[in-house]
């Protein structure tokens, strides 16, 4: 099974840029489609942005559209968040996932979806 491992979170001002990134082990992460979701003090974890085995095809939360930019590197067995114009409600833990099924299936936005689960990075984003 796959092991997820995220980083590069932390403080920044509004208007302000981070680049998180999930790093997988024990297994190939090519094989996985991976997404990023996002759980803020006594809110659900949600879902922000996920991405295809290949990378070719990607999907946003609405609230992140035109601002996050999900990527991954498969030779590098690690997939990434770029996260532009952060704004005070970004502020979350957030959560890389894996998932060992197709991202045609209506419900990769779904906790259900992803089977594999890091441990989460902090976002604080300050107004």
């Known amino acids: 099974q796959v092991q997820l491992v995220e980083s590069g979170g932390g403080l920044v001002q509004a208007g302000g840029s981070l680049r998180l990134s999930c790093a997988a082990s024990r297994q190939t992460v090519s094989a996985y489609t991976m997404g990023w979701f996002r759980q803020a003090p006594g809110k659900e974890r949600e879902f922000v942005a996920a991405?295809?085995?290949?990378?070719?095809?990607?999907y946003y939360a609405d609230s992140v559209k035109g601002r996050f930019a999900i990527s991954r590197d498969n030779a590098k067995n690690t997939m990434y968040l770029q996260m532009n114009s952060l704004k005070p409600e970004d502020t979350a833990l957030y959560y890389c996932?894996?998932?060992?099924?197709?991202?045609?299936?209506?419900?990769?936005?779904?906790?259900?979806?992803?089977?594999?689960w890091g441990q989460g990075t902090q976002v604080t984003v300050s107004s």
């Open positions: 996932a894996a998932s060992g099924r197709s991202l045609y299936d209506s419900d990769y936005d779904s906790l259900r979806f992803y089977a594999y």
């Open positions: 991405i295809s085995r290949a990378g070719v095809v990607t």
